[in-house]
């Protein structure tokens, strides 16, 4: 076989699978088409369905008609509310953020499976824990991983929303070689697309940026944004005492006052400012519904680490 040849979805998944073809998979990812010259970008805004308040500003987001891709933890008793939301908003982009974990202090949700069914994902309350390591290092059985994740599609898709694609809560279910290659398998078995995967740059800076400087950090983005597909990856919400009441228990940097930097998000991206930054660039807005309509779920590969 040639090492350098693309492989399709159906190929690089049965790989995935195999370790001991890892390492050739990732040269053959590293091969990819040559960049389009224009700039495209995919905004892609996480956790909605997490809470009421997360639910408002992703209503106030889609409003402004701007392209978005949302991803939703269906695994959080608030999906039910952003369903209906999205439900008459359907050009959407909608996307699985598939989880397993639950992070907030006070605030904690458990797997759709129901922690009886999957005992080595949870703690002793029932609750995933709080961060990827902490679930990682009790060795959890991999087909309780993968029975929680089925869980988490079948709800997704007895929802009614369209389902273009899955990401990743936290990074957890693709951070670890064999949960990556089980999500990778997922998501050929649905036919979904994978975040990430279409060889998307990154560029995410404004997540650690204050909230009163969060607009002039995305618009310093759109100027450095380079020829082919970027993303950037958000996190909105109303600042109210409902969001305001959550503390991160998960990360090294816990950002202070969430709530202010989920609003400072929000008002960055429904800035005429920032519309005006990405009219300038000429900067072409995709869904991922749209680059798996124009790419086909045949040109993802696993990114180069």
Same mark, same amino acid.
């Given at each position: ?29 590293? #091969?990819? *088409? ?14 909605? =369905? &997490? !809470? ?47 989880a397993l974990n639950s992070e907030w ?69 693709? #951070?670890? *070689? ?14 979904? =697309? &994978? !975040? ?110």
């Open positions: 076989m040639d090492a350098v040849r693309p492989l399709g979805i159906a190929g690089w998944m049965l790989l995935a699978s195999s370790p001991a073809v890892v390492s050739a998979q990732s040269a053959m990812s590293s #091969k990819a *088409p040559a960049a389009p010259t224009a700039v495209s970008l995919i905004i892609r805004t996480d956790d909605i =369905g &997490m !809470s009421h308040s997360v639910n408002m500003a992703m209503q106030q987001l889609v409003r402004t008609g701007i392209p978005v891709s949302v991803s939703v933890l269906f695994v959080c008793p608030w999906y039910q509310e952003a369903v209906e939301i999205l439900k008459q908003y359907p050009n959407v982009s909608v996307g699985i953020h598939l202090k006070n605030y904690r949700w458990g797997p759709v499976a129901g922690s009886a069914a999957v005992p080595s994902l949870v703690d002793e309350n029932g609750f995933f824990f709080s961060s990827s390591d902490a679930v990682h290092q009790r060795n959890p059985k991999l087909e309780e991983v993968e029975k929680e994740l089925r869980a988490q599609i079948d709800r997704a898709l007895r929802s009614g929303v369209k389902i273009d694609y899955v990401d990743y809560h936290m990074g957890t279910v693709t #951070k670890y *070689p064999e949960w990556r290659a089980l999500t990778e398998r997922l998501a050929q078995e649905y036919g979904f =697309g &994978m !975040s990430e995967y279409f060889g998307e740059t990154e560029d995410s800076p404004h997540y650690f940026a204050a909230p009163a400087v969060k607009l002039d950090t995305l618009v310093a983005m759109i100027d450095r944004l380079k020829p082919g597909l970027n993303l950037i990856v958000t996190h909105v919400g109303i600042d109210d005492a409902e969001l305001g009441a959550l503390l991160d228990m998960n990360t090294n940097q816990p950002l202070p006052d969430m709530s202010k930097n989920r609003q400072g998000e929000l008002t960055a991206l429904t800035s005429p400012r920032f519309s005006a930054a990405l009219k300038a660039r000429n900067v072409v807005l995709l869904t991922y519904r749209d680059l798996i309509a124009k790419e086909g779920l045949k040109s993802m590969r696993r990114p180069v680490d």
